[in-house]
């Protein structure tokens, strides 16, 4: 097992770490089937207003967090996660606001393109906890070790063959993964018949005009990287049916951008 500046070592080179087996307890797993019973219900219950949502087409969609999302907050800050992000990023919990947050990949959807999560000049820390096994066929996450050393252009990324060193995050229920938020990433595609669910905790520094999030007693699904405007629901579009177009398109208003 490594040691705190071991793990740091990796986090630093790699810009993430997976933790294995850190929430392998009764506690959590039954928390982990409640939130999913309850995202499940959701989808089948809401599935007309979901289909709506921007991102559904491509099969990944956010999650507004309710209070059962929260408890495994609680649950994880008991786990010794504040001495672990304190040692990766320098900075204790109490110098972050933290956002309550989740993905779902839908069934045979979910595949997406290389992206990252915000600039590089905001710094986060996504703290990702799977309720259910992840395997090859759920659509993991798959990150390339290393791409959040330098901030570079979307055509730059393309061309310095980082996608060599790929890697997807096959996850068990326990484990956690923690992640820069600028690493280049991507969603692959779901190829099971169920929701592949992330829970996610997203950390950011402290900002005096933080406005604290609204808690739901019940999960509710959110759009995702696209939006519901008519120039969102487009690019969906074309990004599915017509994705050498759209790849050149991004490359192109990237190069334009540099």
Known sequence: MLNLKEKKLLFDKNGFIVLENLLNNKNSFTLFDRVKSEIIDEYDTNYNEIKKLGGFLTGNL????????????EILKESKISELI?????KG???YDIKY????SLPNKGEQFYHTDGPKSARKILIGVPIEDINEIDGPT????????????????????FLKKKMKLILNKG??????????????KNKSR????????????????YINQDILDNIKFGDNMFKVSIK??????VSIYLPLFYFLYKLLISFIRK
């Open 86 to 90: 304190k040692e990766l990023t320098n």
């Open 232 to 237: 969102d629901r487009i690019r969906e579009f």
């Open 142 to 161: 798959e990150l390339i070790p290393g791409s959040h050393k330098q901030r570079i252009s979307y055509w730059k990324f393309h061309l310095r063959k």
């Open 101 to 104: 947050a989740g993905n779902v």
């Open 62 to 73: 956010d999650i507004k967090p309710s209070k059962e999302i929260v408890k495994i907050w």
């Open 194 to 209: 169920k929701l592949r669910i992330i829970i996610l905790f997203i950390l950011s520094e402290k900002n005096p005009n």
């Open 93 to 95: 919990l109490n110098e």
């Open 175 to 188: 484990d956690i993964f923690i992640r820069e938020s600028y690493i280049w990433h991507k969603g692959t």
